[in-house]
């Protein structure tokens, strides 16, 4: 097993160091860094927007009805509970 060697980005095969700008503490953090700034600047600019209604299937209707028909039916329960303890 020790002769196998996984690639890797921050170390040679022979062992050697790597450069300190490879080090996984600095080129870890700048990457995020990187990628939240162009979000960012792409959200600013208007890049990333939201346009038109958003659309509804028969999956959104049936959702719909059923969360409802639930909170329906737990106002009924709740009413009845409260009923029954006075």
Same mark, same amino acid.
Do not use: C, H, M, N
């Given at each position: ?7 890797g980005?921050?170390?040679? =095969?022979?062992?050697?160091k790597?450069p300190?700008y490879?080090?996984p503490s @600095?080129?870890?953090?700048? %990457?995020? *860094? ?9 959200f600013?600019?208007?890049g990333?927007? =939201?346009r038109g209604?958003?659309?509804t299937?028969?999956l959104?209707?049936? @959702?719909?009805?059923?969360? %409802?028909a *639930?909170?329906?039916?737990l106002?009924?329960a709740a009413?009845?509970?409260s009923?029954?303890?006075?």
């Amino acid at each position: 097993a020790k002769s196998f060697y996984f690639f890797g980005f921050f170390e040679g =095969e022979t062992g050697q160091k790597a450069p300190w700008y490879l080090r996984p503490s @600095i080129t870890f953090p700048i %990457a995020f *860094a990187v990628v939240g700034l162009a979000f960012y600047v792409s959200f600013a600019v208007g890049g990333i927007s =939201e346009r038109g209604v958003q659309s509804t299937d028969e999956l959104d209707e049936v @959702i719909l009805s059923s969360t %409802a028909a *639930a909170s329906q039916a737990l106002s009924t329960a709740a009413a009845f509970l409260s009923e029954v303890r006075v």
